[in-house]
């Protein structure tokens, strides 16, 4: 598993603890880029129902994420 894949496994786990812990290990430019590529997921079509639950989880682990928008 590459770094890339790693990173998305955890933000993507539903699990809050790994969320949140992923989410510590990311620069400020990384947290913006993470939190846009997860509303766009909650929000646009074209994605899995599941991958979406996923994005949402993040989301709602992540605050600082804020709404999607």
């Given amino acids: 598993m ?4 790693s990173l998305w496994d955890k933000l993507l786990s539903r699990d809050p603890k790994r969320i949140r812990s992923q989410w510590r290990d ?9 939190c846009a590529h ?3 997921m909650v929000r646009e079509e074209g994605w899995h129902p599941a991958q979406r ?3 949402q989880a993040a989301l709602d ?3 600082e994420c ?3 928008r």
Avoid: F, M
Avoid at 26 to 34: C, G, H, I, K, Q
């Fill in 2 to 5: 590459t770094g890339l894949d």
């Fill in 66 to 68: 804020g709404p999607p």
């Fill in 61 to 63: 682990a992540l605050p």
């Fill in 26 to 34: 990311l620069s400020e430019e990384e947290r913006r880029a993470v």
């Fill in 38 to 40: 997860l509303q766009r």
């Fill in 53 to 55: 639950e996923s994005a």
